[in-house]
């Protein structure tokens, strides 16, 4: 299927072509990582945990260096790091081991830097800042708080150049989102971003959500037309959400979006192999995390039929 861009003839031609970014893992085996299950782990005597993570963390430390090597090949200037990339590093145990790690991780992380790559995260479903209960929002900032150190140990600034993304979870909580965010640690505070869902809150909740809270958004403009019931991705909402989320970074140039398309049909939340409809109004977004199952090919995809 050839690529469709909505409304291509109007499009105004742009000086800097958006960079479109890799997430996580490529569908060919270049780009995949270790894991290991809590169940498997506590099944193993203290001393034997220490050696599986140890050897788990230099395995994928490797590989995030091949990671960062297979993106400067292709020309990726924005990589999303894996969530998991080292399990139980929260826990005390990993926490000790990832630390073994520093040096090379400062290294790993000035690689990247010396590329002029953009490295992101996007932590995981169990991050609620707006959940009622307390032990919820305290588990969510020890995820955060571990991913603001993996970014720390990476030499990465702590600034929304290395954005960790979330979103907004319980819906009609945003004053309690603000008052949570306003007292996060530095580490995270100096990163968080939030970005509209599809169901608990809309592309212009969320902008109201970061403008108090003084934080950037991450326009996702899937997102914004299934929570809006929308049959087209150049709806004027669209393109004026995108704009307004704009407002919110501190440098224009570093606004970051999503792209998705429905796997089924238009509106389908699920996400499709290739990316196939484009909004318009994205070929002025600066930095675009193709979010497609087929990952680095959606990516070519795209350059030789949207760019």
């Not at 809309?202 to 929570?227: G, L, Q, Y």
Request: proline letters at 5%.
């Amino acid at each position: 299927m050839n690529l469709i861009t909505e409304s291509d003839r109007t499009t105004t031609p742009t000086i800097t072509l958006p960079q479109l970014g890799l997430v996580c893992i490529t569908a060919s085996d270049k780009v995949r990582y270790r894991t290991i299950t809590r169940k498997r782990l506590l099944q193993l005597i203290p001393t034997e945990q220490i050696r599986v993570l140890r050897e788990l963390y230099a395995e994928n430390l490797r590989r995030l260096g091949s990671a960062i090597a297979f993106c400067a090949a292709n020309n990726f200037k924005l990589y999303r790091l894996p969530s998991s990339l080292f399990p139980f590093s929260d826990d005390a145990i990993g926490e000790d081991v990832l630390t073994e790690f520093a040096e090379t991780l400062r290294e790993i992380g000035g690689r990247a830097q010396n590329l002029g790559m953009r490295i992101v995260i996007h932590p995981d479903q169990f991050v609620v800042l707006s959940s009622d209960k307390p032990e919820v929002i305290e588990n969510s900032i020890k995820i955060l708080n571990n991913h603001g150190r993996i970014l720390d140990l990476l030499g990465l600034p702590r600034s929304p150049w290395t954005v960790m993304e979330i979103h907004g979870g319980k819906s009609d909580r945003a004053e309690r989102l603000i008052n949570v965010i306003a007292n996060l640690p530095e580490t995270i505070r100096s990163r968080i971003a939030l970005e509209n869902d599809e169901y608990a809150y809309s592309a212009s909740e969320i902008f109201d959500i970061c403008r108090a809270a003084n934080i950037p958004m991450v326009f996702d403009a899937h997102h914004h037309i299934i929570h809006e019931k929308l049959d087209s991705y150049d709806h004027p909402s669209v393109a004026e959400m995108l704009a307004k989320a704009q407002t919110t970074w501190p440098k224009p140039e570093w606004q970051l979006v999503h792209i998705s398309n429905g796997k089924e049909s238009f509106n389908d939340q699920q996400h499709s192999d290739l990316i196939t409809v484009m909004p318009t109004s994205y070929k002025s977004a600066p930095w675009i995390e193709v979010e497609a199952k087929f990952k680095e090919q959606a990516i070519e995809k795209l350059r030789n039929e949207w760019l």
